[in-house]
C-alpha cells in the first residue's frame, strides 16, 4: 500500500545551521505531496505542498522539490532559528484522495 | 480563519469508562477526521465523515466508535478505555475540491488511561 517514510528524529541543530529532514513516498499514480508542522502544544499546520513532479513547494524559508524519480521530498532550509523547532510530517494524498503521514521527525534548534 | 476545536486538551480515565471527545469546527467543512498520534508511528486515521451521520472506518477503527449529529460536531467515543487508548488525539476537517487542499487540525487532546 502507499505509505510514507521520513528519517528518524530526534534532529538536534544548532541556531542557523543547514537543515534537511528527508522523505520518500511510496504510491501509485502522481500523489500530492505535503510537509506539515507541528508545534509545541498544538496541533498541525500544513507548511507546503506540491502537486506535480519537480515543483518546488516552499514557506516561511522552508522548501522541498518533488522528485518523481527518486519518489523523494526532502524538505531544507538553509538557516533554522529557535523558532523553528518542532515535528515535522511528510505526508501524501494518494489517487483515492487519502492522506497518509509518515511517523514525523522531531526537530530542537539550539541557540 | 478556520477555527477546530476539541473539548478537553487534557484528559485521565480509567479502564473500562466510556469516553466522549469532541471536535467543533466553524467553517462549514464537509469532511472531519479522527487520528491518534503516537510516538514512531505518526498519525494514523481512526474514522471519518464525509457528511451529517455519514461515517468511514480508517485504518484503525477496533475499539472506537463516531458519531456525527451536526455537520460542525464530530464525537469519538471509546466504548471501554483500555491502557492501550492512551494517546494523543486530533481532530481535522477538509473542504471538498478546496484548491488549498490543506487539512485543519484542533489542538489535540492528550487521553491517559490508567
Known amino acids: 500500500g502507499d505509505s510514507v517514510t521520513q528519517m528518524e528524529g530526534p534532529v538536534t541543530l544548532s541556531e542557523e545551521a543547514f537543515l534537511t529532514i528527508n522523505c520518500t513516498y511510496t504510491?501509485?499514480?502522481?500523489?500530492?505531496l505535503f510537509w506539515y508542522v507541528q508545534y509545541p502544544g498544538e496541533g498541525l499546520q500544513l507548511l507546503l505542498k506540491a502537486t506535480k513532479a519537480d515543483d518546488k513547494g516552499s514557506n516561511k524559508g522552508f522548501e522541498a522539490t518533488y522528485r518523481k524519480e527518486t519518489t523523494s521530498f526532502h524538505l531544507e532550509k538553509g538557516s533554522v532559528q529557535v523558532s523553528d523547532s518542532a515535528v515535522y510530517f511528510c505526508a501524501l494524498r494518494n489517487q483515492g484522495g487519502k492522506l497518509i503521514f509518515g511517523q514525523g521527525t522531531e526537530l530542537s534548534v539550539k541557540p | 480563519d478556520v477555527k477546530v476545536t476539541q473539548s478537553s486538551r487534557y484528559l485521565v480515565k480509567r479502564t473500562g469508562e466510556k469516553v466522549f471527545l469532541e471536535c467543533v469546527q466553524d467553517?462549514?467543512?464537509?469532511?472531519m477526521f479522527w487520528y491518534r498520534q503516537d510516538p514512531g508511528l505518526g498519525l494514523r486515521l481512526i474514522y471519518f465523515?464525509?457528511?451529517?451521520?455519514?461515517?468511514e472506518k480508517g485504518d484503525i477503527p477496533e475499539g472506537y466508535s463516531v458519531s456525527r449529529e451536526k455537520k460542525e460536531r464530530f464525537s469519538l467515543i471509546l466504548e471501554s478505555a483500555s491502557t492501550n487508548q492512551t494517546s494523543m488525539y486530533l481532530c481535522?476537517?477538509?473542504?471538498?475540491?478546496?484548491?488549498?487542499?490543506?487539512?485543519?487540525f484542533g489542538p489535540g487532546t492528550r487521553l491517559t488511561v490508567t
Open positions: 467553517m462549514d467543512h464537509e469532511n
Open positions: 465523515s464525509y457528511d451529517v451521520k455519514m461515517k
Open positions: 504510491a501509485t499514480g502522481y500523489p500530492s
Open positions: 481535522a476537517t477538509y473542504r471538498t475540491g478546496s484548491f488549498k487542499d490543506e487539512q485543519y
